[in-house]
């Protein structure tokens, strides 16, 4: 690896660990409003997962999640019981279960991102304008680089580095 680009991942790494220490204290600022929230971290994705979607079939959604049919056919259960989801057979293909999120279910979606919405703007609110004239111009290009339409994957993650605060090795 060249120096140059021994740097560039250097810088990477700098501002990952500086984004993840923003989100960690960041979330013990709403940790009080989110546990007032009924939905556990595993139903909040598929929450999202079937907002984005539009309607998903569960073969796909357990997939997505990286989890067994069983383990997705429960955390459906339990936020349909909520109201937060409906599901239904595909009329393409009766063997497939299609799921939906409810309006109730995207009103909590709504209500988690007001939260961070509110956490960022306090925080924005704390910057000079010279400061938040960075910042502006930053989530811009991570706004644009996130339009790229080149798919960003990843192999594996890395294993946490207990010598480096957020633990990146």
């Known amino acids: 690896m060249s120096a140059e680009s021994a740097e560039r991942s250097a810088r990477i790494e700098r501002v990952v660990t ?3 220490l923003l989100m960690r204290r960041v979330a013990t600022w709403h940790a009080p409003d989110l546990l007032e ?3 556990t971290m595993s139903q909040a994705k598929v929450l999202y997962l079937a907002a984005a979607s539009g309607g998903m079939h569960m073969s796909d959604l357990a997939t997505r999640l990286g989890v067994s049919i069983s383990t997705t056919s429960g955390l459906v ?3 349909v019981d909520h109201g937060l989801l409906t599901r239904h057979d595909d009329p393409a293909d009766r063997r497939q279960v299609v799921v939906t999120i409810t309006p109730t279910g995207l009103a909590d979606l709504e209500r988690f991102r007001e939260l961070n919405a509110a956490q960022l703007r306090r925080l924005l609110a704390r910057l000079r304008d010279p400061e938040l004239d960075v910042v502006e111009r930053a989530t811009a290009l991570l706004a644009a680089a996130a339009d790229d339409p080149a798919p960003v994957t990843v192999t594996a ?7 480096i605060p957020g633990g990146r090795s």
């Open 157 to 163: 993650l890395p294993t946490p580095d207990p010598t």
């Open 77 to 79: 259960e339990r936020l």
């Open 37 to 39: 929230v009924a939905v």
């Open 18 to 20: 500086s984004y993840e």
